[in-house]
């Protein structure tokens, strides 16, 4: 948590499992430190994009109602490269904060 070099946190969740409690566990971990946290739900690919966005959806209500609105989310898939893009300017946003 004292790193400098340490910027955010990148948690890759499987969409089909949702946000478990050891996944909690390190959002809650984040946030006392005061850092960034975004969620790759992984294996979008699996779920019609319907499915994939009520899946987001539902992420997102868990995090809120944890209390964890520093978190963001975004669907994202290694095979189909579904995603890559914004996680990029992610990590580019939080290397150029001093």
């Known amino acids: 948590a004292q790193r400098k070099s340490l910027k955010g946190l990148v948690l890759i969740s499987d969409i089909r499992r949702g946000i478990t409690d050891l996944d909690m566990r390190l959002l809650e971990w984040g946030r006392v430190y005061g850092l960034p946290v975004h969620v790759l739900l992984n294996k ?29 989310l975004q669907l994202f898939s290694a095979v189909k490269k579904t995603g890559v893009e914004e996680l990029e300017e992610k990590l580019k946003t939080w290397l150029q904060r001093s």
Request: charged content about 15%; hydrophobic content about 40%.
């Open 44 to 72: 979008a690919d699996k779920l019609s994009r319907s499915a994939a966005d009520q899946a987001l959806n539902s992420a997102l209500q868990s995090l809120m109602d944890s209390g964890l609105s520093h978190v963001t």
